[in-house]
């Protein structure tokens, strides 16, 4: 750990518009290296929205507005400057719904190192990929069929397919928004150790609508409440333990227990 | 801050830092390139509607030089033909016209029996003979009217040059004629309206009706479900049902001069009787050969009828199923939520989808050419017995001439058939529009 | 209705009220329902009496080509040279005119087709969706009367000023293959758009989320993904090219000829039709029956078409729950 900076990304009074509806205002996270972040919070509080913003997705959203600075590593992801294709290569991204391609296996996982430029031989393609999907905990299960299309998978086994495309460019942070929600418990529970596991070298922040989830894998847990306007608001973060089990504001302790959402 | 990098087993072969940039702004060019190029494709129908909009224009207004054997001025000392009256006119053909074309007029007709206006038409034929020998697209009389001036005053110094517009109400209001200037397309308007009615009373029952039993009655079982005759009907149905709907599919693709073969050998030639009229006794010398309106109109009804029933498919299934429900749960029998129910609230769309379907019938073209559509008819047609002819007939049959003078009253003609359907088209759009407003105000 | 109404008088009627209840509730016949459903079901077979009228004029009068005119199907088909006056009726040089204005058409529809379906369904916003592509669709919507007199009146002299009027005669297959082709962009162009536009964005976001491109996720998944549906959308403005009557009868010459040269006048199966039945045609004759051969085997070629499309779609397309 010697070495690396505090925080890998932080929201400096991050706001982000939808037309003239504000989804989301005045987040402050800062999210630390190689730790697991959930978002909780009752629907449409926004946390999807901030996930969204973390690698520039909501730039695809048509009037969708970003007020306020995300900083990775200290530089401000909606610089002018700054490349979105080249942010989404470095912090991936993983869906709700398992979306892979309707390709083979092995195309879904060496798609995104084809379109970043590979220039390395079949070979050491094969040990990428190879390694990406042990990464994801996958490779046992489809290393024999890895020319079949990746829709032939189960629902969890998609999904793991999705975590290893995502892994196989190397980010440095992934994304996931609510990964497990459309799975079954047993493939829940395998998507929850992998994310155990990917946590001694990935950054990760996930979003989650199941508040256990988030006891069960989260370092940190950031908790979002929509205001009286419907604009989503940071109301309390800080470490998994001190969230659920003694939180500051009233309303967290509210939602921890159940009492609304 | 790279120490993150490479956890991974395998050695990281992507490119990382001002190579990764230079190859970011690669893709992002070669992006930016192909995103142009598929707007330029989009753009390019515009563009191709603008140059289709521009030589029909260019073509239909425009300047022709007409040149008279006799002119005007010295057959009358300056007098405007309309000044004259019968008798100087009666002088003027006896003076200038041969004796056996004289005795020919009058035998068809009595000069002396004749009206001015109709004595003032045989002057301008037998003795001033206008003739066309010079046609010039619009873009010619406005930029380069110097040009052709000196060009024709050349070739035909006694010719005349003057602005005409092909689309005039003169050629809105009379019938055909062999010659350019006095062409009229009445009878092809009134042919194409003919023919657009009845191909809607045809197809639109049966098109409905078809709709009708694919999207509410394909459920329904209506055999004894415990004998074993019964079981074996119903599937018999559904599948039928299922074949039906395929080969709607099918038809929708099947060329139209095929449906124009298929209405000559069973309409004209197998239904002779029928659609000549004489099964009722209304068929007139002319017509006995079946190439009627009627006969039109049911092929056209047709090939139009599978694009009825998809479209009418299509707003039956977007009545939500919670009404059918509501009303079945009342219960009401199917046909009384069909009547009551369905219907009302699909008709906007029906009507619509349906409209626009039977509009594709007033531009084509093929299929009565093998149905055998005249090109030269001179009498209004008269009811659904009578021979017609059509607009994109007449429009076929001009633009295939040689004459620059038929390529603009061919233009002229299809301003006219584009404005048909314009009208089609806005008032199926309107009717739904004002019904919608209806059902909602109500 | 009626039914209603007894239950609820039923408390008042002499009879048992379980008995009359238990009757009520018996399956009856409704002589006006059946009649309407057969009515209806009727209608439906308008559609089928439809096909098999086709199959049964087209191969009827074919038949009587080939028995009664002493033309041997084979020869029908493999004939080089089609001259019913003398008695030559070698489909070939018909049917190369169709397949080459149709192939050219092709050329012109599928880069500008497809590139218009990418860039709506990829690019394009609402906005610009929305005057774009009624403009695609009224292009869709001209009849081919009109195409006709564009071929011969403009896309002919514009190519003759071009490429020479010595290389390219008046009547040629260049010309009304292009102008074919521009007729069929918006069926290719919005039938490839809704295939497109099917693809999940779940797709898309899965891409852009791996640091894709738009173009890239546009060629590389949503493409591929929609692949199916854009060869039929192929597939089936082949067809339709095939079957253009107006625009090649109009532009592309009356004399059959097998020629390769796309700046040469040669006769379609369609501009053969129609010229041959436009003219005096008498029932029975030998030229009526072999203008029913001749559609018999544009039927055959588009009706193939058609159904290999929707093969296509339902074979090879990958499903999405």
């Known amino acids: 750990m010697n070495g690396e900076p505090a925080c890998v990304i932080e929201t400096r009074n991050l706001q982000i518009n939808y037309g003239s509806f504000c989804a989301v205002k005045g987040v402050n996270l800062s999210i630390e290296p190689r730790t697991i972040t959930a978002l909780i919070g009752p629907s449409g509080c926004g946390k999807s929205t901030v996930l969204r913003s973390l690698n520039r997705m909501n730039d695809l959203v048509p009037g969708a507005r970003v007020d306020g600075e995300v900083l990775f590593y200290g530089a401000n992801l909606y610089a002018p400057e700054v490349d979105a294709v080249q942010v989404r290569r470095r912090i991936g991204m993983v869906f709700q719904k398992p979306n892979p391609f309707p390709k083979s296996i092995y195309e879904n996982v060496a798609y995104g190192l084809r379109i970043n430029g590979w220039r390395g031989t079949k070979a050491s393609l094969d040990a990428r990929v190879e390694a990406a999907l042990r990464g994801a905990a996958l490779w046992d299960e489809v290393k024999d069929k890895l020319q079949q299309s990746g829709l032939a998978l189960s629902g969890g086994q998609q999904q793991r397919l999705c975590i290893a495309r995502a892994l196989a460019v190397e980010p440095e942070v992934i994304l996931m928004d609510e990964p497990c929600s459309a799975l079954d418990p047993i493939a829940t529970l395998k998507i929850e150790q992998l994310m155990s596991e990917l946590r001694q070298h990935y950054t990760i922040v996930i979003v989650t609508h199941n508040m256990q989830q988030a006891g069960r894998v989260a370092d940190y847990t950031a908790f979002f409440l929509m205001d009286h306007d419907r604009a989503g608001q940071l109301i309390e973060y800080g470490p998994t333990s001190q969230i659920f089990s003694h939180p500051r504001d009233a309303r967290t302790e509210a939602y921890i227990s159940g009492r609304f959402g | 801050m790279d120490s993150n990098l490479s956890q991974l087993p395998a050695a990281s072969v992507l490119p990382e830092g001002a190579a990764m940039m230079r190859i970011i702004r690669m893709r992002r060019l070669v992006g930016g390139i192909w995103r142009r190029i598929t707007l330029s494709c989009t753009l390019a129908g515009v563009v191709i509607l603008l140059l289709l909009g521009f030589s029909i224009v260019n073509d239909a207004f425009g300047a022709v030089a007409v040149q008279s054997k006799v002119e005007l001025a010295q057959l009358t000392g300056g007098r405007a033909l309309e000044a004259l009256s019968r008798t100087e006119l009666l002088a003027l053909l006896e003076a200038n016209v041969r004796t056996r074309v004289l005795r020919a007029l009058d035998r068809e007709r009595p000069l002396a029996m004749r009206d001015a206006a109709d004595l003032r038409t045989i002057v301008a034929t037998e003795i001033i003979q206008p003739e066309i020998v010079g046609v010039y697209p619009l873009s010619d009389w406005l930029f380069r009217r110097e040009a052709i001036t000196t060009e024709l005053k050349a070739q035909h110094p006694r010719a005349e040059l003057r602005f005409r517009s092909w689309l005039s109400a003169q050629f809105l209001g009379t019938a055909m004629s062999s010659q350019a200037l006095e062409a009229g397309i009445r009878t092809a308007i009134l042919g194409s309206c003919w023919m657009l009615l009845l191909t809607m009373l045809i197809a639109f029952p049966l098109g409905i009706g078809a709709a009708l039993y694919l999207e509410e009655y394909t459920s329904v079982c209506p055999f004894d479900d415990r004998s074993r005759l019964g079981r074996w009907l119903n599937h018999l149905l559904s599948r039928a049902a299922t074949l039906i709907q395929v080969n709607i599919y099918n038809l929708a693709g099947v060329p139209s001069i095929i449906y124009g073969m298929l209405g000559l050998a069973i309409f004209v030639r197998a239904l002779e009787s029928l659609t000549s009229g004489r099964m009722f006794g209304m068929a007139s010398a002319a017509t006995a050969n079946g190439r009627t309106i009627l006969a039109a109109s049911l092929t056209m009804a047709l090939l139009v009828l599978p694009v009825v029933i998809i479209s009418t498919q299509e707003a039956l299934r977007a009545v939500p199923s919670s009404l059918r429900q509501a009303s079945f749960g009342l219960g009401a029998t199917r046909w009384q939520t069909i009547w009551r129910v369905v219907l009302p609230s699909a008709l906007p769309g029906i009507l619509t989808g349906a409209i626009l379907a039977v509009s594709r019938a007033i531009g084509e073209t093929a299929p009565l050419i093998v149905v055998g559509a005249s090109t030269f008819i001179l009498t209004d047609p008269s009811g659904p017995f009578s021979r017609f002819t059509v607009l994109p007939i007449q429009i076929y049959n001009w633009t295939s001439r040689p004459q620059e003078e038929f390529r603009a009253i061919a233009a002229a003609a299809i301003i006219v058939l584009l404005l048909l359907l314009l009208i089609t088209n806005a008032s199926a759009i309107i009717l739904r529009n004002h019904m919608r407003v209806k059902r909602s105000s109500s | ?321």
Not at chain 3, 136 to 165: D, H, K, Q
Not at chain 3, 177 to 183: C, F, N, T
Not at chain 3, 210 to 232: C, D, H, N, Q
Request: charged share 15%; glycine share 8%.
């Open chain 3, 1 to 321: 209705m009626l039914e209603l109404e007894h239950s609820v008088n039923a408390p008042v009627a002499s009879e048992p009220l379980q008995e009359r209840r238990a009757s009520g509730l018996r399956r009856r016949i409704r002589p006006g329902e059946t009649f309407i459903q057969i009515l209806l079901f009727l209608c439906a077979c308008v559609s089928i009496a439809t096909t098999f009228s086709i199959v049964i004029v087209l191969s009827r009068e074919a038949l009587s080509f080939f028995t009664e005119a002493g033309v041997s199907v084979g020869q029908f088909l493999t004939g080089t040279t089609w001259r019913p006056g003398a008695g030559h009726f070698g489909v070939l040089p018909l049917v190369n005119a169709t397949i080459l204005t149709s192939l050219i058409a092709m050329l012109v529809a599928l880069p500008l087709g497809l590139g218009a379906a990418l860039y709506l369904s990829e690019y394009a916003s609402a906005r610009i969706r929305g005057v774009l592509k009624p403009t695609l669709e009224l292009l869709a919507g001209i009849p081919t009367v009109v195409y006709g007199y564009f071929a011969l009146t403009f896309v002919t002299p514009l190519l003759r000023r071009v490429l020479g009027a010595e290389t390219v005669q008046i009547y040629n297959m260049l010309s009304a293959g292009i102008v074919v082709g521009i007729l069929i962009t918006p069926l290719v162009a919005t039938l490839s758009e809704d295939a497109l536009s099917a693809v999940p964005d779940g797709l898309r976001n899965a891409s852009f989320g791996l640091g894709a491109t738009r173009w890239e996720t546009a060629i590389k998944v949503v493409f591929p993904a929609a692949s199916s549906g854009v060869i039929a959308a192929c597939m089936v403005a082949m067809a339709r090219a095939m079957g253009e009557t107006m625009v090649v009868a109009l532009a592309a010459g009356a004399s059959p000829n097998l020629s390769l040269n796309p700046f040469e006048p040669a006769e379609t199966m369609t501009g053969h039709i129609a010229r041959i039945s436009g003219g005096d045609l008498s029932y029975g004759t030998i030229d009526y029956q072999s203008l029913f051969a001749i559609g018999l085997l544009l039927f055959g070629m588009t009706l193939l078409l058609n159904i290999l499309s929707r093969w296509v779609v339902r074979h090879v397309r990958e499903v999405y729950d």
